[in-house]
Nanobody, 122 residues
Framework: QLQLVESGGGLVQPGGSLRLSCAAS????????IGWFRQAPGKEREGVLC????????LYADSVKGRFTISRDNAKNTVYLQMNSPNPEDTAVYYC???????????????WGKGTLVTVSF
């Protein structure tokens, strides 16, 4: 049973930086694609970035291009979302999800964490 746990959320000032972690238990993550998704209040969940099992990344949200990056450390069984220069529009609950492949459509991802809240504000 694949279990994902997000951490690293909290309050960050606009222009700052924050790193989210997605850790797995039960299985090793290196065989899975891991996606970061987010859901802002009153909005639909959207894909942000995804990293395949081979390490290739896919950008889903153009608004984070050049600011957010995704990486994985298989030795630590963890995937990261580095958030640089966040702005208030990035405020959301951030979820990581796993599947055999990257999918922009969140309904296609099979395993989910419970999410971590990121608030971008002064």
């Amino acid at each position: 049973q694949l279990q994902l746990v997000e951490s690293g959320g909290g309050l960050v000032q606009p222009g700052g930086s924050l790193r989210l972690s997605c850790a797995a238990s039960g299985v090793t993550l290196d065989a899975y694609a891991i996606g970061w998704f987010r859901q802002a209040p009153g909005k639909e969940r959207e894909g942000v970035l995804c990293i395949s099992s081979r390490g290739g990344s896919e950008l889903y949200a153009d608004s984070v291009k050049g600011r957010f990056t995704i990486s994985r450390d298989n030795a630590k069984n963890t995937v990261y979302l580095q958030m640089n220069s966040p702005n208030p529009e990035d405020t959301a609950v951030y979820y990581c999800a796993a599947d055999d492949f990257c999918y922009k459509d969140y309904v296609r991802m099979d395993w989910w964490g419970k999410g971590t809240l990121v608030t971008v504000s002064f």
